[in-house]
């Protein structure tokens, strides 16, 4: 079984930055993709980005193209998010995710972390 644990949200200014950290264990993680997908309250959880285990190929959502850039060392299974640049509308519960190939949509990912709240105000 695939446990994911993430670490480094908070609380920060707009304009500021945050480093999200996720380690993974168990089951086959080292052969999945691992990602970020982001939820507020009365909303869906959303795409935020991916890297695959193969190639590192990476997936952004348009949202944060250019501003966050996610990357994996792949010996100790985890997958960071370093956020720059960061607006309100980026406050949201972060989660971890983890699923085989392309994995974009809720419905690819396999294995969830338990989130990490980030909050960026004005």
């Known amino acids: 079984q695939v446990q994911l644990s993430e670490s480094g949200g908070g609380s920060v200014q707009v304009g500021g930055s945050l480093r999200l950290s996720c380690a993974g264990s168990g089951g086959t993680v080292s052969k999945l993709t691992l990602g970020w997908f982001r939820q507020t309250p009365g909303k869906e959880r959303e795409f935020v980005a991916i890297i695959t285990y193969s190639s590192l190929s990476t997936f952004y959502a348009d949202s944060v193209k250019g501003r966050f850039t996610i990357s994996r060392d792949s010996a100790k299974n985890t997958v960071y998010l370093q956020m720059n640049s960061l607006v309100p509308e980026d406050t949201a519960v972060y989660y971890c995710?983890?699923?085989?190939?392309?994995?974009?949509?809720?419905?690819?990912?396999?294995?969830w972390g338990l989130g990490t709240q980030v909050t960026v105000s004005s």
């Open positions: 995710a983890a699923g085989p190939g392309i994995a974009t949509t809720s419905g690819d990912i396999h294995y």
